[in-house]
């Protein structure tokens, strides 16, 4: 490890306080605070001293992320073989997902990364290590089969609207990895919502039926898989959203870490299981029908709600706030599902509505404290009567 520090710190030296390349110091820095803990500390103002970075903490999401990106990678060549009839094994799959996933994941990387970079080299700064975690998200919520040149314009959307235009990491108000998929839906709808891209195609594309279990509803049309099956993962989507087991491995280790909030989880769970019953009583259309406990397992919801609802910049702040925000991310999402033929998803809009009220109601939390604490107060010092 010496060697590399030596190695870094001789590659640095050119981009040091003033010396020639000193504007280009926070790209150089970026490669550097990647592979070593920083060699500095904070010196004045009021800071909370912990051993717990930026740093630290996105790489906990993303082993977070891991386990059901893995089968996500399995589950793209299951359906590809699965549904072409052709006979395979567990590595066949693994090895066609990641021909599908990886190149997907080094464009998000890439343009992301590189906008960021310069922005950095812009304006001053250094690279901060949110994009790690955004990175990854982005290819996982997207269909397989989606070009590679609508993945990168969509990140530099997101990157550049949602998080570099309100002042980069920490000031976003929307959800980055969420926008670049907004993005995608409304640009290129087809390629989004078509039931055809859910699985990566084959030769004999003619014969393949890759729509979502939820777009299946939608049209009208019989679910054919089981609950198991559901909850598993092993049916078209999104590549790693499809798996409720594998994103409860991922929530266990948030919470277990206190990285995500288990308030916004619950809250999300118990919003939607409610609405989902009540709509259960009613029954007008397929997706009403569709069982309450279905709706939790099925399409991106445990996902959305475990990775993307718990964001800590875009969501609610407070203690309450999470609990109000959780709740109507849960609400809106089958609200959306159930009348919005045209996208049936439901989630992904939710989590982005949810984004732009949190503020307000943590406002409204906070000023709820503050009445709350002033009644208490008045009533010590008014004397009895």
Same mark, same amino acid.
Not at 239 to 245: N, Q, R
């Given at each position: ?15 040091? #306080? ?25 010196? #004045? ?8 970075? %930026? ?10 992320? &891991? ?31 990641? %021909?599908? +996933? ?16 310069a922005f950095a080299v812009y304006r001053g700064h250094e690279v901060n290590e949110g994009y790690l975690v955004t990175g990854l998200l982005v290819p996982m919520i997207m269909p397989v089969d989606i070009p ?11 990157? *550049?609207?949602?998080?570099?235009? *309100?002042?980069? !990491?920490?000031?976003? +108000? %929307? ?14 709808? /087809? ?35 089981? $609950? ?13 959203? /499809?798996?409720?087991?594998?994103? &409860?491995?991922?929530?266990? +280790? ?9 308030? +916004?989880?619950?809250?999300?769970? &118990?919003?939607?299981?409610? /609405?989902?019953? &009540? ?7 397929? %997706? ?19 990775? $993307? ?9 407070? !203690? #309450? ?38 503020? !307000? ?23 009895? /009567?």
């Open positions: 490890m010496n060697f590399i520090r030596q190695r870094i710190d001789a590659i640095k030296k050119p981009f040091g #306080k003033g010396q020639k390349w000193e504007r280009f110091a926070p790209a150089v820095n970026a490669f550097d605070t990647f592979l070593f803990v920083p060699n500095h500390t904070t010196q #004045k103002g009021a800071h909370i001293r912990d051993g717990v970075d %930026l740093k630290r903490t996105m790489v906990t999401v993303i082993i977070a992320l &891991l386990p059901a990106f893995i089968y996500g990678v399995y589950n793209t060549g299951y359906q590809y073989f699965i549904q072409s009839g052709l006979a395979f094994t567990f590595w066949d799959a693994m090895l066609h997902g990641a %021909l599908k +996933i990886m190149p997907m994941v080094a464009v998000s990387y890439g343009v992301g990364l590189a906008i960021e970079f590679l040149w609508m993945v990168g314009l969509s990140v530099a959307f997101a990157v *550049f609207i949602a998080k570099e235009a *309100f002042g980069g !990491t920490g000031m976003n +108000i %929307l959800n980055p990895a969420l926008t670049a998929r907004a993005f995608a839906f409304f640009a290129y709808p /087809t390629y989004m919502s078509g039931n055809k891209v859910w699985v990566s195609e084959a030769s004999n594309v003619d014969g393949i039926s890759g729509e979502t279990v939820l777009g299946s509803l939608a049209a009208g049309n019989d679910v054919s898989y089981s $609950m198991f099956d559901m909850f598993v993962g092993a049916i078209p989507g999104s590549i790693a959203e /499809t798996s409720t087991l594998w994103v &409860l491995v991922g929530a266990a +280790i948030l919470i277990l870490t206190g990285v995500g909030s288990w308030r +916004i989880m619950v809250g999300g769970v &118990l919003g939607a299981a409610v /609405t989902a019953f &009540l709509f259960n009583l009613w029954g007008a259309n397929a %997706l009403m029908s569709f069982d309450w406990t279905n709706h939790l397992i099925v399409g991106g919801f445990a996902f959305g709600v475990v990775f $993307m609802a718990t964001d800590p910049v875009s969501a609610a702040q407070t !203690t #309450k706030g999470k609990w109000i925000y959780g709740l109507l991310v849960g609400v809106f999402c089958i609200l959306i599902r159930v009348f919005n033929p045209a996208y049936p998803e439901g989630v992904m809009l939710a989590i982005l509505l949810m984004n732009v009220f949190a503020p !307000t109601i943590d406002h409204y939390v906070v000023e709820g404290n503050i009445k709350r604490r002033k009644k208490r107060l008045n009533a010590t010092l008014t004397p009895a /009567t």
